[in-house]
């Protein structure tokens, strides 16, 4: 399986300050087509799982533009711009591109 | 407007069988696969398996290929996730799934969730 690994875990920040939270596949992630399947998901605190950012970079309707993903081949990275409070959560990335379909193990974002 | 709509909050002793149920809408429920997430108390998300309703092509994660069974009807536009023997280990939420079709599924819509408590 790919194993989908990212840091930090936990990420207190300040309202109104950026945040970044790196996710790393332990294989690449580009597919045969040439598109890399990297989706991030936000889970607030007693709701479902949403998706946030698909394809490495393309945003989900509805999702504020001061979230922002990127990256490459293995290495990606959600930010948000200026962290709001209704952005606390954990935050997943997931990789579509092998069997099995991985997610990573989760970041907890809290205000400090 | 898509909505996957799960089945209510089961309680269950260890040994018993059970399916839960997750009805798509606003969709076409055959275009698209459609799987499960297990998410155990306090822990992060795991990817289950997912069926294609167009030919009930089922892929599943090693890690529960045996454990359960995901299967659909296409006719009422619902995904089922079954077990024939429950673990207590099994207490967990589970939530469907829609994903993408092509050319590789990626979950894009989320069910509300359905909590299988299991305990003696």
């Known amino acids: 399986d790919v194993v989908m690994t990212q840091s930090p875990l936990s990420l207190p920040v300040t309202l109104g300050q950026p945040a970044s939270i790196s996710c790393r596949s332990s294989q690449s992630l580009v597919y045969s087509d040439g598109n890399t399947y990297l989706n991030w998901f936000q889970q607030r605190p007693g709701q479902s799982p949403r998706r946030l950012i698909y394809k490495v970079s393309n945003r989900d309707s509805g999702v504020p533009d001061r979230f922002s993903g990127s990256g490459s081949g293995t290495d990606f990275t959600l930010k948000i711009s200026r962290v709001e409070a209704e952005d606390v959560g954990v935050y997943y990335c997931m990789q579509g591109t092998h069997w099995p379909l991985t997610f990573g193990q989760g970041t907890k974002v809290e205000i400090k | 407007e898509v909505q996957l709509v799960q089945s209510g909050a089961e309680v269950k002793k260890p040994g018993e069988s059970l399916k839960i149920s997750c009805k798509g809408s606003?969709?076409?429920?055959?275009?698209?696969?459609i799987g499960w997430v297990r998410q155990m108390p306090g822990k992060g998300l795991e990817w289950m398996g997912i069926?294609?309703?167009?030919?009930?092509?089922?892929r599943y994660s090693p890690s529960f290929q045996g454990q359960v069974t995901i299967s659909a009807d296409k006719s009422i536009s619902t995904a089922y996730l079954q077990w024939s023997s429950l673990k207590a280990s099994d207490t967990a939420m589970y939530y469907c799934?829609?994903?993408?079709?092509?050319?590789?599924?990626?979950?894009?819509?989320w069910g509300q969730g359905t909590l299988v408590t299991v305990s003696s």
């Open positions: 606003g969709y076409s429920f055959t275009s698209y696969w």
């Open positions: 799934a829609r994903h993408s079709s092509s050319p590789r599924p990626e979950i894009d819509y």
């Open positions: 069926i294609y309703p167009g030919d009930s092509d089922t």
